[in-house]
Each structure stands twice: as C-alpha cells, then as structure tokens.
C-alpha cells in the first residue's frame, strides 16, 4: 500500500499568524513539541478544527472538562463547519511560566450560513502542559458600518451583515 504524505512546507498556517503551517501550529499537531503558551495552543486547536484532527482536541481538553460524547461532538462539527478566519483580540497573560491564561478571539466560519464565533477562553497549566478548560461566548463584534464586513464578502459591513 502506498504511503501518502501532506505537503505542507510552505503553506500557510491556518491560525492567521502569517507563519508556514511546517514551523507554527504543524509541530503541535504531530506532538513533536508542546505549545508554550497560551495563546500557542488556542492557535494550534483553531488550526486542529480546520484539519479534522479530533484526537488533537481532545487531548488538548483538560482531563478534568473532557465527556464520553466529545469525539462524536467534535466529528459533527468538523464535517458541518467550514473554518474562514482567525482574529486573537486579546490573551491576559501571554507568558509561558504562567498557569493561567485567557484568550479572546473571533472565528469567522461557514456552515449553513457564514457566522461568527467570538468566545473568550480559559486555558490552564497542568503538569507543565497547557490546556484549553472552557470558552465563555461573547456577543458578536460588528465593524462600523463602512468598515469592510468580518464575514469577509468583501462589501461594507451596513451592506451585508450590517442590516437590519
């Protein structure tokens, strides 16, 4: 049987940090190495959703906050959602001697329609690893009204999502 591998030395990392995939979030991904903050892992689990690694996210979950039905959960969402985009707005700590951290973001998504994902998330330090705990969903953030639109349409945010 043939082996198959994924090109991927030059592409684009999909958590938006404008580094190649083979020297951001892939090493993470392949367990050669652990996110060092934070930040790193919110990063590095944005980047698992868009490439349906499901063990990944599950093993990136605190022990303490995983449930029998994550994987099927995950698989669902995975095979429904289409990842667009990913904005970090803010991480509290940013360091990795920290044990604690928050991170906010927006993740633009298409499903049945195009959405907007804006969560602030709780990720904790154990045994020197960090951890996603929990994600507190915010209100969606709206561009002023000639700004350009998050969904990326490329209109003005009053002439597509803006209405109403």
Known sequence: MPVIFEVTSGLPCACSSGKAYAVCCEPYLLRQAEPPTAEALMRSRYTAYCRGKIDYLVATRHPRQRRFDD??????????????????????????????????????????????????????????????????????????????????????????HGKG
Do not use: M
């Open 71 to 160: 994987r099927l959960t995950l698989s669902q969402s995975i095979k429904n959602t289409t990842w667009l985009g990913l904005t970090i707005l803010e991480t509290c700590q940013g360091q990795p001697a920290a044990d604690l951290d928050y991170v906010e973001f927006v993740a633009i998504y298409k499903g049945d329609e195009v959405g907007q994902l804006h969560e602030k998330s709780k990720f904790v330090k154990h045994q020197g690893r960090w951890f996603y705990w929990a994600g507190k969903l915010l209100p969606p953030l709206a561009p002023k009204r000639n700004e350009p639109c998050w969904c990326g349409s490329g209109k003005k945010f009053k002439q597509c």
